[in-house]
């Protein structure tokens, strides 16, 4: 049941609208999937993105998997496309999906995003925080310059994204770092602590050594 267009447009109250039309097998016409995504679970479609983008280009054979608002997207490593299913009351409705289509109809939503974030109270103070991260040790040499650069932007968007959401919620501890002058250094090592764990757990990188923890950031922060 391979889809025929992707579609995901924002709504000006919050979330997005996402729309697939597809062919189903054995049935006459076009078939449509939609669904009204939260602002929440816009945001974690794009993390699954962007993550799956990662994945993709960096080596990782599995993928994250997304469910929210009645929308689970898994990535079928044996086609190397998506698995796209709406579940609403007792019905059903599953299509496919190729992986480069879902990205490139993902990026504006990505870039909405990130905008949203950068005019959030805690937003500008987490983009310097990141801009200053390094990259872990031994990204360059194993993927290369250019691609480490391209790696370390990724990276930087989801740990931005997470991390807006982490200090937006109440009695956020980084939050109170932040706010903090004597807190700047424990802020910073919070930080690099996040994109050095989504290092670990999206890219393939001999460096990058997953911790072991129960749960990867993306997992226990947004759901993913």
């Known amino acids: 049941m391979p889809a ?39 945001l974690q479609l794009v993390l ?21 608002d009645g929308l689970i997207i898994s990535f079928d490593a044996a086609r190397g496309d998506l698995n796209v299913q709406r579940q609403a009351g007792y019905s059903k409705q599953t299509a496919r999906l190729a992986v480069e289509v879902f990205l490139s109809g993902m990026a504006e939503m990505t870039d909405l995003c990130i905008t949203g974030a950068e005019t959030s109270k805690h937003g500008p103070a987490l983009k310097r925080l990141l801009a200053d991260t ?14 480490a650069d391209l790696a370390m932007h990724q990276l930087r968007e989801i740990a931005f994204l997470l991390l807006v959401q982490d200090t937006s919620a109440r009695k956020s501890g ?25 290092a670990a757990e999206l890219v393939a990188v001999s460096a990058c050594v997953p911790s072991g923890d129960p749960g990867t950031p993306l997992e226990r922060r947004a759901g993913c």
């Open 134 to 147: 390094a990259a872990p040790e031994g990204l360059a040499q194993d993927l290369g310059q250019d691609e």
């Open 174 to 198: 980084l939050a109170r770092k932040l706010r903090g002058k004597k807190s700047q250094d424990q802020a910073r090592s919070a930080v690099n602590a996040l994109v050095l764990e989504l």
């Open 48 to 68: 699954f993105a962007e993550a799956l983008s990662l994945h993709q280009r960096f080596g990782r054979p599995e993928a994250p998997d997304l469910s929210t």
């Open 4 to 42: 025929k267009i992707f579609s995901i447009e924002a709504r000006e109250v919050g979330g997005a609208r996402f729309a697939l039309n597809y062919k189903h097998a054995g049935r006459s016409g076009i078939q449509r999937i939609s669904c009204d995504l939260s602002q929440a679970g816009l």
